[in-house]
């Protein structure tokens, strides 16, 4: 008797994708930064050929927007090419930079429809901003850069990361809101990366759509759920396919780790963390807590 092949494993669904393509950036956000970047870091072992590839499997997945995220993305050495590249694929393209220096050329790429911007932004008040960044000026740049994106009537959305007693998140909001800044988001420290207490962090720290039609691709090439949730990897696109990791026992046992907290009624936005404007059945912005700021990746959760 032959018995049949087993068929192969459906890869869960994946819509939203976030590539880490650096580790490197100008600010030392030594307290909070989840992926514990720096000036020092380098861009990880992923090849320009690594990264093409997985955009190329992302769009044959159907994942509909790839987020470059880092570090800060715009040092990678082929960073306008392989955001090119994901627009060509006919991805949509979210860029979360820090706005601390924007490049001419970059200005244009970020004025193509299918490309967004996002950043994070601490304080309406400079020296308080910059010591959360470790970098004198960087308030006055960020702004100023979001004010410019603005200008340009570039889409541009803005996570506040409230970490201390006293610090100016709300005065922030409402400066974001007054700059003409339609999405800005307010969300507490998460405990993972250079905010971490433990070796190991807690599932708890993230928002609980993690691995939920999303996952991240780190600098090394480790699979993780979101960009986040850093400390489950989940597979490796250096040693095989996307596919084959979502299709793997390894992510469906970590995206079964992770806690699930729902709100009835909430269709989450594609590419952040706060409930959809554009859709009939998101849930109220003031009920939602933007739990994955500063990544502002896919969740749709209640504050807690």
Known sequence: ?????????????????????????????????YAEAGPTKGHGSMTGDDWRRVIDEAAALSVETVQFIGGEPTLHPEFTELVGHALDAGLRVQ?????????????????????????????DDAEE?????????????????????????????????HMRDGQRSEQARAEMAALGVTRVHVDRVRGVGNAAQT????????????????????????????????FLPAGD?????????????????VAASIPQR??????????????????????????????CSPAETPACEPSY
């Open 1 to 33: 008797m032959t018995i049949a092949p087993e068929a192969p494993a459906t890869p869960a669904p994946l819509t939203f994708l976030e590539l880490e393509i650096t580790g490197r950036c100008q600010l030392t956000c030594s307290s909070h930064c």
């Open 95 to 123: 860029v979360f930079s820090n706005l601390y220096r924007v490049r001419a050329e970059h200005w244009n790429l970020f004025s193509h429809p299918s490309v967004s911007l996002g950043t994070s932004y601490y304080s």
């Open 129 to 161: 901003h910059d010591q959360i960044t470790g970098r004198n000026g960087s308030h006055d740049s960020t702004r100023a850069n979001i004010l410019e994106a603005v200008r340009r009537d570039i889409s541009v959305k803005v996570g506040i990361i």
């Open 199 to 230: 070796l190991l962090p807690s599932t708890s720290e993230l928002c609980g759509r993690c691995a939920k039609g999303k996952a991240a691709i780190l600098p090394d090439g480790k699979v993780a759920p979101c960009v986040l949730g850093r």
């Open 237 to 253: 696109v250096k040693t095989g396919s996307l596919t084959q990791v979502l299709a793997g026992q390894q992510w469906a046992q």
């Open 262 to 291: 729902h709100q009835k009624g909430c269709t989450p936005d594609e590419d952040s963390c706060m409930p959809s404007p554009r859709k009939a059945t998101a849930c109220n912005p003031d009920q939602d807590g933007s739990d």
